[in-house]
């Protein structure tokens, strides 16, 4: 009898401490599932708490990002040695190496197409009604063939965002037709009335207007070249002619050859 | 007989000496004009060189050109090079191929165009294979475009190999089969016309 009752209190401890057991378990598993209901609920209301939290936990190490550059002073502004370049055209061409001696030839275009920008940069106006130069926008641009040409800007800044843009192109085959384009009068027969023929400075031109860029004048002129003045914010047409008038297109001409 | 060769010979070295010497002079008058300050005509001088460079090149390729393609021979006199130097084609070269007949063939060869590179990307666009008169083909280890065109005159195929700048075309009149024409354009140096031509 004593021997029954002992497995029976050792059955019951054993259970109380099964039971106690499976109780912490199931609060353990109640502890989980409620907090990843928890992080459900937060996931969708975009608790902010948690998900800086979350971003913490899978954000990559820096180690492990794209190498970014965080130095560097970019291309050397060299002028191409036209001399040298001819040179070497020369001796490619003495020795049958057609292709060498013509790439270094472009070179020397290049070379001096670059030149002659810049000396047409320098007779440009420093001011113009008020508005200066912006040099670090001075822009020429050459390619060394006559598909493109060479092509020359700068910008003017100035109150209220005002702004002048000037653009010179020359030797280019599709600023000759441009040019042709402009001179057969078919911008005459259009009946948009955001644009016109005018002369300026004895060259037949056209002048535009919408609201989105302001007013542009363009005139073709030479052989092959044109001019472009792009105004931003300029309140009246005489007021951009104004503007318009400081540049010589005769002297660019001149500069140019044409 | 022996008179008309030396005179042939003699007018082909004339010819050669003439080109040569118009490049030389041409570069001579660029440094010269270039050290006097005078950057427009030096400009143009060295505009001038680069387009007796590209006649040199022309014959260069034209030595290279194929003198028959299948049974078509070429006929000497409708060879042709041009040169442009205005940027949208630099050297143009033609050669073409058969008698009066309706058999015929042409070679052009167009290169340094800034235009024509473009002629690469659309070979590799999708809607080229979906045109039943298009396809693209292999000469050598090129990509080409082949291009059937059927009409009252009869059959007539293109085949265009860009390669870089410049775009090689062969163009046939009267040949039916597909194999015939690419085996004529088998026949074309492209490797070495890329050569000259880049």
Not at chain 2, 5 to 32: H, P, R, Y
Not at chain 2, 45 to 58: F, P, T, Y
């Amino acid at each position: 009898m004593k021997k029954y009752l002992i497995r029976t209190l050792l059955f019951a401890l054993i259970s109380f401490i099964g039971v106690q057991t499976l109780h912490a378990q199931g609060s353990l598993i109640r502890k989980a599932k409620g907090r990843v209901e928890d992080k459900i609920i937060d996931k969708i209301f975009n608790d902010t708490d948690e998900s800086k939290e979350t971003e913490t936990e899978v954000a990559e190490p820096e180690s492990a990002e794209t190498t970014r550059n965080r130095k560097g002073s970019g291309l050397s502004q060299d002028v191409p040695d036209v001399n040298q370049y001819i040179a070497d055209a020369d001796e490619a061409y003495a020795n049958k190496s057609y292709s060498e001696a013509k790439a270094a030839a472009r070179q020397a275009i290049w070379g001096v197409e670059i030149e002659i920008g810049n000396n047409i940069l320098k007779s440009l106006p420093d001011n113009v009604e008020g508005l200066k130069a912006v040099p670090e926008e001075d822009r020429v641009t050459s390619t060394g063939v006559g598909f493109v040409g060479l092509v020359i800007e700068r910008v003017y800044q100035g109150k209220d965002d005002m702004e002048l843009r000037v653009n010179i192109g020359n030797d280019a085959a599709l600023l000759g037709m441009a040019g042709m384009y402009m001179v057969s009068g078919m911008y005459q027969s259009t009946d948009e009335t955001n644009q016109k023929q005018i002369r300026f400075k004895d060259h037949n031109a056209t002048i535009s207007y919408d609201d989105y860029d302001g007013y542009s004048l363009g005139v073709p002129f030479g052989q092959s070249s044109i001019f472009v003045v792009k105004g931003a914010n300029f309140e009246t047409e005489a007021q951009f002619m104004a503007a318009a008038n400081h540049f010589d297109i005769d002297r660019i001409k001149k500069d140019l050859g044409e | 007989m022996k008179n008309l060769i030396f005179t042939l010979v003699f007018a082909c070295t004339l010819a050669a000496g003439l080109n040569a010497q118009d490049v030389n002079a041409q570069l001579s008058e660029a440094k010269s004009s270039y050290n006097s300050g005078d950057l427009q005509s030096t400009r143009f001088a060295l505009q001038q060189a680069i387009n007796e460079i590209d006649k040199a090149i022309g014959a260069e390729i034209m030595k290279i050109l194929p003198t028959s393609m299948g049974d078509l021979s070429f006929i000497e006199s409708s060879d042709n090079i041009t040169a442009t130097s205005s940027g949208f084609a630099g050297v143009f070269v033609s050669r073409s191929y058969g008698a009066e007949d309706e058999t015929n063939a042409s070679l052009q060869v167009i290169s340094d165009s800034p235009m024509l590179a473009g002629v690469n990307a659309l070979l590799a666009m999708p809607m080229f294979v979906s045109d039943p008169s298009q396809k693209k083909i292999k000469v050598g280890s090129y990509r080409a475009l082949l291009q059937k065109t059927e009409d009252e005159n009869g059959v007539s195929w293109d085949v265009q190999i860009p390669v870089r700048s410049t775009l090689i075309t062969l163009h046939t009149t009267g040949i039916d089969t597909e194999k015939a024409v690419t085996e004529m354009a088998g026949t074309i140096p492209v490797d070495q016309i890329a050569k000259f031509a880049q």
